[in-house]
């Protein structure tokens, strides 16, 4: 079994080196990448299962609420960083796919809660923990993988 996690990690590695890190604010965009930052301009479409509504968000507001989801907001910041990345970057590849709606708010796709489920989520701690996860969100804006 250890031998399956250490090759799985190795694996997942080269996998993560492999790619090429994008900012989409960088000086040196081609057209391809132009096209990519008009895509994302665009609303992400996130179907909330829980009561089959669709809700357009923002693609940055919709990351907040994946990382809120996702991880514990008392997590390292550049843990959190990471996960917005790992977040938008699933975002962008999902926001091709079925016209009716992009993405889910389950584990299908990504966990999603809005700003009344972080408070309820968080209580009193709210506005701390949604301040260091949209910093998180804020310093990572438009880098994807």
């Not at 250890?2 to 890190?21: D, M, N, P």
């Not at 994946?66 to 975002?91: D, G, H, I, Q, W």
């Not at 923990?129 to 994807?144: F, G, L, M, R």
Request: aromatic share 10%; hydrophobic share 40%; glycine share 2%.
């Amino acid at each position: 079994m250890k031998i399956k996690i250490i090759v799985f990690f190795i694996c997942f590695i080269l996998l993560l080196t492999s790619y090429e890190h994008k900012n989409l604010n960088s000086d040196k965009v081609t057209n391809t990448e132009k096209t990519n930052i008009i895509e994302e301009k665009k609303t992400l479409k996130v179907n909330l299962l829980k009561n089959d509504d669709i809700l357009n968000l923002d693609l940055e507001d919709y990351i907040i609420g994946v990382v809120a989801c996702e991880m514990p907001a008392s997590f390292n910041k550049e843990a959190l960083k990471a996960m917005a990345v790992a977040a938008r970057t699933y975002a962008l590849y999902k926001m091709n796919g079925n016209n009716i709606y992009d993405l889910t708010s389950t584990t299908k796709d990504q966990c999603y809660i809005d700003v009344s489920e972080m408070k309820n989520k968080w209580g009193k701690n709210y506005e701390k923990y949604y301040k260091i996860i949209k910093s998180a969100v804020s310093e990572t804006e438009s880098e994807y993988l």
